[in-house]
C-alpha cells in the first residue's frame, strides 16, 4: 500500500512539473510578444515589474490543463551598446499545486519551474 501511495505522489510531482513548466512558458512568451511585437512597434520590456498570468480566472478558463496554475515574468534591459542595441534577460516562473501551505498539512502537492532566457534587439 505505501509503494502505491509514493508511485501516486511521484507521478502527481511529475504532472504538475510538467504543469508548471508550460505555465512558465506561456508567460514567457506573452512576454517576448510584448517585447518584440510583431507590428514593429517599440517592444516594453516591464523593467523589473512583475507581471503575473493567473490561470485559474474564468477569463483562462480555456486552458485546463494550467488550472491551479499561475506564472510571473520580469524583463531587465542590462546592457546597451553603442550602436543602441539592447540586450534583455527575461525570467518566468510557473507554480503549480493544490492545498493550503501550512505545517499540518498532508494534501499538499505543488511544483515551480523556472525558465530564464536573454535576447537582443535588432
Same mark, same amino acid.
Given at each position: +500500500?505505501? +509503494?502505491?501511495?509514493t508511485s501516486s505522489e511521484t507521478v502527481s510531482q511529475e504532472?504538475?512539473?510538467?504543469r508548471a513548466y508550460m505555465a512558465a512558458n506561456s508567460a514567457m512568451q506573452s512576454e517576448l !510578444? !510584448?517585447?518584440f511585437p510583431l507590428n514593429n512597434a517599440a517592444g516594453?520590456?516591464?523593467a523589473n515589474n512583475i507581471i503575473t498570468y493567473d490561470f485559474q480566472t474564468t477569463a483562462n478558463a480555456d486552458i485546463p490543463g494550467l488550472y491551479d496554475c499561475d506564472a #510571473?515574468?520580469?524583463c531587465?534591459? /542590462? /546592457?546597451?551598446d553603442t550602436n543602441n542595441i539592447k540586450y534583455y534577460r527575461l525570467t518566468s516562473t510557473g507554480k503549480c499545486g493544490s492545498g493550503a501551505m =501550512? =505545517?499540518?498539512s498532508k494534501v499538499i502537492v505543488? #511544483? #515551480?519551474r523556472t525558465i530564464e532566457i536573454e535576447a537582443r534587439s535588432l
Open positions: +500500500m505505501r +509503494m502505491i501511495s504532472v504538475l512539473g510538467t !510578444q !510584448q517585447l516594453v520590456c516591464n #510571473s515574468t520580469t531587465v534591459n /542590462y /546592457y546597451t =501550512a =505545517a499540518d505543488k #511544483s #515551480s
